[in-house]
């Protein structure tokens, strides 16, 4: 925003409007703010002065205009060419529990730096010896003494599957993650439940073979059960509900043994059920 400072002065002079016209500025033209004042501004109609900023402020001219104006917040000097910083695109790194890749590097600008993105690939080895898991929204990593960030944006394949120590995953904290992969926890044979965050949907095959999940929270999104989700869970006897079901995959429950509570409101469980059922698994209550 630039400051306009006008010398000499008069109340009335000819101006362009905002459509280019000469338009005659009076004194009975000018806003009541501005005109004790003596300033310009904004015509009572609202036209801008010479059609362009609202913000100029100062006073009319006679003869002459001398104007005097400050750029502050922009060093020349700077080199505002995007640097990347920390690792590269398509390079990995591990850090915590995690392997993560980089799919959009992190960037420096005369200073201010942009976090990067990566997706998370598999355990570390760290990881692959937890019981319990959780993933947050983004993750740091240290070059040359400085942290460098990184959202979370997506989730390998293979990172939670087949895994045969972890109990509970916790997803709730991953905001940025809004897709989960197709057997995302598939054969897991020890864990017992997931927290979700309020954007994931289930995939296909979600929870086949996983032998130990015994309950579950379904998030607002979650309305569709797809195939094969709950194949096998044998152990499964709770699922409590945030929004009603529409559509159950047949067989998304098969190889399932005991009768499974649905949690929600009334309405909402009554509808779900019937949906449920349409799976072709009947145990529901």
């Given at each position: 925003?630039?400051?306009?400072?006008?010398?000499?002065?008069?109340d009335t002079g000819l101006y362009k409007d905002a459509a280019g016209k000469d338009a005659y500025l009076g004194?009975?033209?000018?806003?009541?703010?501005?005109?004790?004042?003596?300033?310009?501004?904004?015509?009572?109609?609202?036209?801008?002065?010479?059609?362009?900023?609202?913000?100029?402020?100062?006073?009319?001219?006679?003869?002459?205009?001398?104007?005097?104006?400050?750029?502050?917040?922009?060093?020349?000097?700077?080199?505002?060419?995007?640097?990347?910083?920390?690792?590269?695109?398509?390079?990995?790194?591990?850090?915590?529990?995690?392997?993560?890749?980089?799919?959009?590097?992190?960037?420096?600008?005369?200073?201010?730096?942009?976090?990067?993105?990566?997706?998370?690939?598999?355990?570390?080895?760290?990881?692959?010896?937890?019981?319990?898991?959780?993933?947050?929204?983004?993750?740091?990593?240290?070059?040359?003494?400085?942290?460098?960030?990184?959202?979370?944006?997506?989730?390998?394949?293979?990172?939670?599957?087949?895994?045969?120590?972890?109990?509970?995953?916790?997803?709730?904290?991953?905001?940025?993650?809004?897709?989960?992969?197709?057997?995302?926890?598939?054969?897991?044979?020890?864990?017992?439940?997931?927290?979700?965050?309020?954007?994931?949907?289930?995939p296909a095959d979600a929870f086949n073979g996983c032998t130990s999940l015994n309950k579950l929270t379904l998030?607002?999104?979650?309305?569709?059960?797809?195939?094969?989700?709950?194949?096998?869970?044998?152990?499964?006897?709770?699922l409590k509900l945030s929004a009603k079901i529409k559509k159950a995959a047949k067989n998304a429950f098969k190889?399932?043994?005991?009768?499974?509570?649905?949690?929600?409101?009334?309405?909402?469980?009554?509808?779900?059920?019937?949906?449920?059922?349409?799976?072709?698994?009947?145990?529901?209550?």
């Amino acid at each position: 925003c630039y400051l306009f400072e006008f010398i000499d002065s008069y109340d009335t002079g000819l101006y362009k409007d905002a459509a280019g016209k000469d338009a005659y500025l009076g004194k009975e033209d000018i806003t009541k703010s501005d005109k004790k004042n003596d300033t310009i501004g904004l015509l009572k109609d609202g036209t801008p002065l010479n059609g362009k900023s609202t913000s100029l402020k100062g006073k009319v001219p006679k003869d002459s205009i001398e104007m005097t104006f400050t750029v502050s917040g922009i060093d020349f000097a700077a080199d505002y060419t995007p640097q990347t910083i920390g690792t590269k695109k398509g390079k990995t790194f591990t850090a915590g529990n995690y392997k993560y890749k980089v799919t959009t590097a992190a960037k420096s600008t005369a200073g201010e730096i942009k976090a990067g993105k990566v997706q998370v690939t598999a355990l570390s080895s760290k990881g692959k010896k937890k019981t319990s898991l959780s993933l947050a929204k983004s993750v740091s990593k240290t070059v040359s003494g400085s942290a460098v960030s990184y959202k979370i944006t997506s989730i390998g394949a293979k990172v939670f599957s087949k895994n045969k120590k972890v109990k509970t995953i916790n997803l709730k904290k991953a905001t940025n993650v809004s897709k989960l992969p197709a057997k995302a926890f598939a054969k897991s044979t020890k864990l017992k439940t997931v927290t979700f965050n309020s954007k994931m949907k289930l995939p296909a095959d979600a929870f086949n073979g996983c032998t130990s999940l015994n309950k579950l929270t379904l998030n607002k999104k979650m309305t569709s059960i797809p195939k094969n989700a709950f194949k096998g869970c044998k152990k499964l006897s709770s699922l409590k509900l945030s929004a009603k079901i529409k559509k159950a995959a047949k067989n998304a429950f098969k190889g399932c043994k005991k009768k499974i509570k649905v949690s929600a409101k009334a309405k909402i469980k009554k509808a779900s059920i019937k949906a449920l059922k349409k799976s072709g698994y009947k145990k529901f209550k």
